[in-house]
């Protein structure tokens, strides 16, 4: 570790103690071989999760036992109620629906079932909000217990979809107290009273103690992220959510919530939700990049753009994604279209991954992301000599050097709308590292890295199934002179395809645009969004970056 603090300082000596902090947040780097089973991939295994979806608790439209249920249903190991903070006007209640939406049928409103509703009065359709905090302390998250005991062999977390202030929406969770012997959800209630830019109750939750921040825009933001960091670092997450959906989000900004949250806010929801809605993921013109490229945001999708800026400094910035299940009009079930998958270390031998180990995983970054099952297994590692790292950590090695990637995957047969799987090609991209950018240099700003590319494309040609099912692929680079970081990029869709494609193969926009996707409004007329999603599916991983000494 101390090998790893010098380099660090090395990179950039004026952030060279929040680079040292940094490196903390990796699972484990440049492993040797033998011990590549033993501290960092021993007792670990993949689970799959969704950490950002809707009840009618908020603006969903079906009850929070029909979501559980559907959850379970579509195989997610863990998942988290994640929903808008402020005050609404409904509850969750309500039976398991098959796929029909609930109507309010079930649902009531609060002002009209024997509650006592905490806090000022606000109004809403002629009823009486409940402000998040008490809703999610006393009555989601018992809904959440319940569903524990109806899926034992599931990890179920209560979270939140903050309003970030100064920006949009951003999904959270505290776990501390939700798994004690007296559970509870105090500290994300908490949370949401102090920071949520949508709650302006002034008394409920003064009345528990809590003092609400008087700050306001993007320092409002970043006292959160803070907050978070001093009080709970080891036991929550700050992730961004559909960050280019509403232009309110600049690369600046996510330096500055990892700056001050470094264990908390580490990665961003640039896969969005909603990915069978007319303008898919939500995004509109008023979008950063004006829609998603296939299924992803712009942050992501372009290659050399606002991610790889991030990754260019070696910052722990990774990707995620989420159903943001509302409705079936828009969205699919959590589980059915999106994945993220996330290798999960039982760090206490005790046979159980817990939901501390979880959040572990998350912030590891050792996690990939898919649609529509297009892999269900992933291998990625740089090996140089007997050192050894997978996605989320650093492979420390000679200047000069030969680096050996090694890519494996799988894919099932069918997925989940019953379509052959099969992986048209996959892109090995990679940037340079050259250190943290200082909050005082004009380059803060900077949302490009000019040195990132794809180096390889590797189509079916490169591979072959082995007996196991496993597909293997192979990149030597010789005389490794940088710092760099490696990432993929996979599709089932072939380069140069009508609308979905350039010539390279990288993805084009979602959606008719005169200057982007010329010619394409027939193509996208004549597709149910549902059937484009299915047919257009990516997968992502995170980066494993290589230091030279």
């Given at each position: 570790?101390?090998?790893?603090?010098?380099?660090r300082?090395m990179l950039?000596t004026?952030?060279?103690?929040l680079?040292m902090?940094g490196?903390?947040?990796?699972a484990?780097?440049?492993?040797?071989?033998?011990d590549?089973?033993k501290?960092c991939?021993?007792?670990?295994?993949?689970?799959?999760?969704?950490?950002?979806?809707?009840t009618?608790?908020?603006?969903g439209?079906?009850?929070?036992a029909?979501?559980?249920?559907k959850?379970?249903?579509?195989?997610l190991?863990?998942?988290?109620?994640?929903e808008?903070?402020?005050?609404?006007?409904r509850?969750g209640?309500?039976?398991?629906?098959t796929d029909?939406f609930d109507t309010g049928?079930?649902a009531?409103?609060w002002?009209?079932?024997?509650?006592?509703?905490?806090?000022d009065?606000?109004?809403?359709?002629?009823?009486?909000?409940?402000?998040?905090?008490?809703?999610?302390?006393?009555?989601s998250?018992?809904d959440?217990?319940?569903?524990r005991?109806?899926?034992?062999?599931?990890?179920?977390i209560?979270?939140?979809?903050?309003?970030m202030?100064?920006?949009?929406?951003?999904?959270?969770a505290?776990i501390?107290?939700?798994?004690?012997d007296d559970?509870n959800?105090?500290a994300m209630a908490?949370?949401e009273?102090?920071?949520?830019n949508?709650?302006?109750d002034?008394?409920g939750?003064a009345?528990?103690?809590?003092?609400?921040?008087?700050l306001?825009?993007?320092d409002?933001a970043?006292e959160a992220a803070?907050w978070?960091?001093a009080?709970?670092?080891s036991?929550s997450w700050?992730?961004p959510?559909?960050?280019?959906?509403?232009?309110?989000y600049?690369?600046n900004?996510?330096?500055?919530?990892?700056?001050a949250?470094p264990?908390?806010a580490?990665g961003?929801?640039?896969?969005?939700?909603?990915?069978?809605e007319?303008?898919r993921?939500?995004?509109?013109?008023?979008?950063?990049g004006?829609?998603t490229?296939?299924?992803a945001?712009?942050?992501?999708?372009?290659?050399?753009?606002?991610w790889?800026a991030l990754?260019?400094?070696g910052?722990?910035?990774?990707?995620?994604?989420?159903?943001?299940?509302h409705?079936l009009?828009?969205?699919?079930?959590?589980?059915?279209?999106?994945?993220?998958?996330t290798?999960?270390v039982d760090?206490n031998?005790?046979?159980?991954?817990?939901?501390?180990?979880?959040?572990?995983?998350?912030?590891?970054?050792?996690?990939y992301?898919?649609h529509?099952d297009?892999?269900?297994?992933l291998?990625?590692h740089?090996?140089?000599?007997?050192n050894f790292?997978?996605?989320g950590?650093?492979?420390i090695?000679?200047?000069g050097g030969?680096?050996?990637?090694?890519?494996?995957f799988?894919s099932p047969?069918?997925?989940?709308?019953?379509d052959?799987v099969?992986?048209?090609?996959i892109?090995l991209i990679?940037?340079e590292?050259t250190?943290?950018?200082?909050?005082?240099?004009?380059?803060y700003?900077?949302a490009v890295?000019?040195?990132?590319r794809?180096?390889?494309?590797?189509?079916?040609k490169?591979w072959?199934?082995?007996?196991?099912?496993?597909?293997?692929?192979?990149y030597h680079m010789?005389?490794?002179?940088?710092?760099?970081?490696?990432?993929?990029?996979?599709?089932?869709?072939a380069?140069?395809?009508l609308?979905?494609?350039d010539s390279d193969?990288?993805?084009?926009?979602?959606?008719?645009?005169a200057?982007l996707n010329?010619?394409?409004?027939?193509?996208?007329?004549?597709?149910d969004?549902a059937?484009?999603?299915?047919?257009d599916?990516?997968?992502?991983s995170?980066p494993?970056?290589?230091?030279v000494?």
């Amino acid at each position: 570790m101390e090998l790893l603090k010098k380099v660090r300082k090395m990179l950039n000596t004026k952030m060279s103690s929040l680079i040292m902090v940094g490196t903390m947040l990796f699972a484990c780097s440049s492993v040797s071989i033998a011990d590549a089973e033993k501290p960092c991939l021993k007792n670990g295994k993949w689970m799959t999760g969704d950490f950002h979806q809707h009840t009618t608790y908020t603006d969903g439209s079906n009850p929070l036992a029909t979501v559980m249920n559907k959850n379970h249903e579509f195989g997610l190991d863990w998942w988290a109620n994640s929903e808008h903070g402020g005050g609404f006007i409904r509850d969750g209640y309500g039976p398991i629906l098959t796929d029909a939406f609930d109507t309010g049928e079930y649902a009531r409103f609060w002002d009209e079932i024997p509650v006592t509703i905490l806090g000022d009065v606000s109004m809403s359709d002629g009823h009486q909000k409940m402000w998040r905090w008490q809703s999610i302390r006393d009555y989601s998250f018992p809904d959440v217990l319940e569903a524990r005991e109806m899926y034992p062999e599931k990890m179920i977390i209560q979270g939140l979809e903050w309003n970030m202030p100064g920006h949009e929406h951003c999904s959270t969770a505290i776990i501390t107290g939700q798994f004690s012997d007296d559970p509870n959800a105090d500290a994300m209630a908490e949370f949401e009273f102090k920071f949520d830019n949508s709650d302006t109750d002034m008394t409920g939750g003064a009345a528990q103690g809590w003092i609400k921040s008087i700050l306001s825009g993007h320092d409002k933001a970043k006292e959160a992220a803070a907050w978070m960091q001093a009080n709970h670092p080891s036991m929550s997450w700050l992730v961004p959510a559909h960050p280019e959906r509403r232009s309110t989000y600049v690369i600046n900004h996510f330096r500055d919530l990892n700056n001050a949250a470094p264990d908390v806010a580490f990665g961003f929801e640039s896969i969005p939700g909603h990915q069978k809605e007319s303008t898919r993921g939500s995004y509109g013109t008023g979008a950063v990049g004006k829609g998603t490229y296939g299924g992803a945001g712009i942050f992501v999708a372009k290659v050399g753009g606002l991610w790889d800026a991030l990754l260019g400094e070696g910052r722990n910035w990774w990707l995620f994604a989420s159903s943001d299940f509302h409705d079936l009009d828009g969205d699919f079930w959590p589980g059915e279209y999106q994945k993220t998958w996330t290798f999960v270390v039982d760090e206490n031998g005790d046979g159980v991954r817990s939901a501390q180990e979880i959040v572990s995983g998350l912030r590891s970054g050792n996690l990939y992301i898919v649609h529509g099952d297009l892999i269900n297994a992933l291998d990625f590692h740089a090996q140089s000599r007997s050192n050894f790292a997978t996605m989320g950590q650093e492979l420390i090695m000679d200047k000069g050097g030969n680096l050996k990637i090694k890519i494996r995957f799988k894919s099932p047969m069918l997925n989940n709308n019953n379509d052959p799987v099969i992986v048209d090609h996959i892109d090995l991209i990679a940037g340079e590292v050259t250190g943290f950018v200082p909050s005082d240099s004009p380059d803060y700003t900077k949302a490009v890295n000019e040195t990132t590319r794809v180096i390889r494309t590797f189509t079916s040609k490169d591979w072959e199934m082995d007996e196991d099912g496993w597909y293997t692929l192979v990149y030597h680079m010789k005389n490794t002179e940088k710092n760099m970081y490696f990432r993929l990029r996979g599709t089932n869709v072939a380069p140069n395809t009508l609308c979905e494609t350039d010539s390279d193969g990288n993805p084009l926009i979602d959606r008719a645009d005169a200057e982007l996707n010329p010619n394409c409004e027939a193509f996208f007329t004549a597709h149910d969004k549902a059937d484009e999603a299915w047919r257009d599916l990516w997968f992502y991983s995170n980066p494993i970056f290589v230091t030279v000494q």
